[in-house]
């Protein structure tokens, strides 16, 4: 399932990498990345991620990718501080706030989970509203 998520977060994501000289070097780590999570070779996806950061470290897309790859070894603690890095740099980016409601809502924390939805969804990201119910019916139950 994590593994369809990064491929669903990417053919949702409209991966936008303004011109300039490492554009198109960026995006062959980005697309190299994505391609090896896609195999579950997250080892290798982190070092494209990370090759990608070094050329435009303050890409918050960048984060919420490599944040997945994190997330699809279970390194969680690693998964959301680059969550928290792409939501710093883009407080408008609605998509790492959906990855860390995924992450919280794996850990059974409802609450986290319900407010990182709520936000994403405010931010313009699409949440599947039942999913949304869902989580909010497990946040009420647990009080």
């Known amino acids: 399932m994590k593994r369809v998520s990064l491929i669903l977060v ?7 990498i303004p011109g300039g000289i490492n554009a198109q070097d960026v995006q062959k780590y ?21 090759d990608a950061l070094k050329l435009k470290p303050n890409d918050a897309n960048l984060y919420d990718l490599r944040g997945m790859a994190y997330r699809c ?14 939501m710093q740099l883009d407080p408008k980016f609605g998509r790492p706030y959906r ?13 986290k989970s319900l407010a990182d939805l709520e936000k994403a969804k ?3 990201y699409k949440v599947d509203p039942d999913f949304l119910k869902m989580v ?3 946040a ?3 009080k």
């Open 10 to 16: 990417w053919l949702c994501a409209v991966v936008f």
């Open 30 to 50: 980005v697309d190299a990345g994505i391609e090896k999570c896609e195999l579950g070779k997250y080892d290798q996806a982190l070092k494209d991620f990370n």
């Open 73 to 86: 070894k279970n390194m969680e603690a690693q998964a959301i501080q680059d969550f928290e890095k792409a």
């Open 122 to 124: 405010s931010l313009g």
């Open 136 to 138: 909010a019916r497990k």
């Open 99 to 111: 990855n860390r409601a995924m992450i919280f809502f794996d850990r059974g924390d409802f609450d």
């Open 140 to 142: 009420a139950e647990k």
